[in-house]
């Protein structure tokens, strides 16, 4: 995950490790290299001159210069203000509602359906709770299908009307049945599009309205960067959603979707997906995050 950042960085800070004296010029040169090693990653450049900046003022303000190890507090310095820019604590889902409603959001292809069910299957086995499965993509049947079957495969019950057009009521009826079946969290699956588009954003508003979720995530596949960001913005202004998911981290990503949406939306990332399985989902945590990208 992230090995050429991993590797850049590395680099970056190699040459302030176990200098014995550490000048302005070379702090200079590393945050400059810093830098450069989260643009190749796809952060923001305005993220990441913020980020290089705060390293600085830091830096500075704790006298690096002069303090006996000053390569490892930089190190430390930079560490931390990656685990801030991540998110600095983990968050939680609310779980309190009875049922508690999960809406989830994203373009098609993220990873919603997917996701949906690795944490139904999460909350089944970790949390101990009953969750049902809520299908709302009118426009494609094969999504009703593959929600159906990730259910079987996880032994929790999937709640579809193909019928039915509309997925507000869809999702009315799914709550109801989760009631009646006693399930005590409702995951609702929505549909995508491959890119933000008004009619999208407007289904999604409208079953947000009409349901209110305890949680709304926005799933963002991590392999699309800067577009990932984008993408998030999109859905966070009409949704105001709690926290994001973000998906394919297994794959050859090159990092700046997780370091930079967080700062672009203000909301936390709450899971990651590490692969197709239904075991494969973590939850976030921005400074063991941080430890992977610093080694
Ligand atoms: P949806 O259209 O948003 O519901 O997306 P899907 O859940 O159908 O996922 C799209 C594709 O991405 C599928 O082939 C999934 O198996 C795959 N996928 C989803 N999450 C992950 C992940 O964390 N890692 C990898 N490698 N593939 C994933």
């Known amino acids: 995950m992230f090995d050429n950042l991993s590797e850049k960085l590395d680099k970056a800070l190699h040459s302030l490790k176990g200098h014995g004296q550490i000048t ?34 830091k830096a500075l303000g704790q006298n690096v210069l002069t303090t006996l190890q000053p390569g490892q507090l930089m190190v430390k310095i930079v560490k931390d203000e990656l685990t801030e820019l991540m998110g600095g604590e983990t968050e939680g889902i609310d779980l309190s509602g009875n049922p508690s409603v999960i809406l989830m959001s994203g373009l098609q292809g993220s990873g919603k359906t997917t996701f949906s069910g690795k944490l139904a299957n999460f ?50 009826a799914g709550i109801k049945h989760a009631k009646s079946l006693g399930c005590n969290v409702v995951i609702i699956d929505t ?68 370091i930079s949406i967080k700062s672009v939306v203000n909301k936390p990332i709450k899971f990651i997906g590490t692969g197709e399985k239904m075991e494969a989902i973590d939850v976030f945590h921005p400074s063991r995050m941080a430890d992977r990208i610093l080694g």
């Open 191 to 258: 549909a995508g599009r491959l890119a933000v588009d008004e009619q999208m954003m407007n289904e999604i508003a409208n079953i947000h309205k009409a349901i209110e979720p305890q949680e709304t995530l926005f799933v963002v596949d991590a392999m699309t960067g800067q577009d990932a960001v984008n993408t998030a913005k999109a859905f966070n202004d009409v949704l105001n959603f709690d926290g994001v998911i973000l998906t394919k981290l297994d794959g050859d990503t090159r990092g700046g979707a997780a």
């Open 123 to 172: 909350l089944k086995n970790k949390k101990s709770k009953k969750p049902l499965l809520v299908a709302c993509d009118v426009y494609r049947p094969a999504a009703i299908d593959q929600l159906h079957v990730v259910g079987e495969q996880i032994g929790v019950e999937v709640y579809s009307d193909r019928e039915n057009n509309d997925p507000v009521a869809i999702a009315k």
């Open 24 to 57: 302005e010029i070379n702090v200079a040169e590393t945050l400059k290299e810093v830098r450069r090693a989260l643009l190749d990653a796809d952060v923001n450049f305005k993220i990441a001159k913020e980020f290089t900046n705060k390293v600085k003022d």
